[in-house]
């Protein structure tokens, strides 16, 4: 009688690890839905749809690219913190959500302990651009100007918060450039006043200004990373330029509810990795200028965890507030 009672302990012990693999040997059994907190056309939303389409192909199985923009990318971001952890529902961030938390100091949900950090999937550098009239051609001449004439520059910004901002504040401190900041509601009208003269600087997402630096309409001072821009290859990074340690970048990742099981998270990043791999998929995501990089999900919780120390120390430092 002890031998059954024992025997069937140890089944009913087994069950929860049987499960779990039998999610992992199954998965995805449904629909899968990858909600993105932002607007469609954005980085986030461009990325989300080419991985979808290749992991529909690759799982014959729906995947739903869902968009729920608000609040600065917490309403979707909410939504799938309370998901399941089953798998079904993932999320495409990006680093808007660890500058958001150096803004507000404090997120409705925890980035490092509500999400399972399942992969990065690429990143897009930061340019700092000056229109023709600015008659500055390097971040050397900029300082040399500024100094000249403290009052003579704005830069205009994605938004108050936005990472582009706190890349140009930092730089600012680093180098002394005298900027007034011009907080716009979006990359794509910044650009559009730096084109037509109406503001001399803006710093802004690298691949908006590459076809105007092409034209010789604009003329961009840097980038952001450690390594040059693919699509602006002759313009030196701000370290090249003597500003170090400079490495920033808008990062895009995939991420999930908190406790994901392990084997499915292994079976995204796997079938996610060969989606990336795709030359097709790398030339979209080039034209709409996301550069694919691939680091683990270990990687992702290193980088949210130093990220979001970095922008609450930058944010403090740069009195930068929400508005």
């Known amino acids: 009688m002890r031998l059954k009672t024992f025997f069937l302990a140890a089944c009913i012990a087994a069950l929860p690890g049987l499960a779990t693999q039998a999610r992992a040997d199954t998965y995805p059994a449904k629909a899968v839905r990858i909600v993105v907190p932002y607007a469609t056309g954005g980085g986030s939303d461009i990325l989300a749809r080419q991985i979808g389409a290749g992991l529909q192909q690759a799982w014959s199985q729906g995947v739903v690219v869902d968009n729920k923009a608000g609040a600065s990318g917490n309403i979707g971001s909410q939504e799938v913190v309370r998901a399941p952890a089953d798998g079904y529902t993932l999320l495409l961030q990006n680093s808007t959500m660890v500058t958001n938390l150096g803004v507000m100091g404090k997120l409705p949900y925890d980035p490092e302990k509500d999400l399972t950090p399942i992969m990065l999937l690429g990143i897009t550098p930061i340019a700092l651009a000056a229109h023709p009239s600015a008659q500055v051609g390097s971040i050397k001449e900029l300082m040399a100007a500024a100094k000249a004439k403290p009052d003579a520059f704005t830069y205009g910004s994605c938004g108050i918060g936005t990472p582009q901002h706190f890349v140009m504040e930092l730089l600012r401190q680093k180098t002394g450039i005298a900027a007034a900041h011009a907080g716009y509601k979006g990359c794509s009208p910044a650009v559009s006043d730096l084109v037509g003269g109406q503001i001399p600087l803006a710093i802004v997402s690298a691949n908006l200004v590459a076809p105007y630096a092409k034209t010789g309409q604009l003329k961009v001072l840097g980038v952001s990373t450690a390594q040059r821009y693919g699509l602006l290859p002759t313009t030196p990074t701000f370290e090249e330029q003597g500003v170090k340690p400079f490495d920033f970048s808008i990062w895009y990742a995939l991420m999930g509810p908190a406790k994901l099981p392990p084997e499915v998270v292994a079976k995204i990043v796997a079938d996610v990795s060969k989606v990336l791999a795709d030359p097709r998929v790398q030339g979209n995501l080039s034209n709409a200028g996301v550069e694919p ?31």
């Open 293 to 323: 990089y691939k680091g683990s999900g270990q990687e992702l919780a290193s980088l949210i965890k130093s990220d979001s120390a970095r922008y609450l120390q930058l944010a403090k430092s740069a009195n930068i507030k929400a508005e």
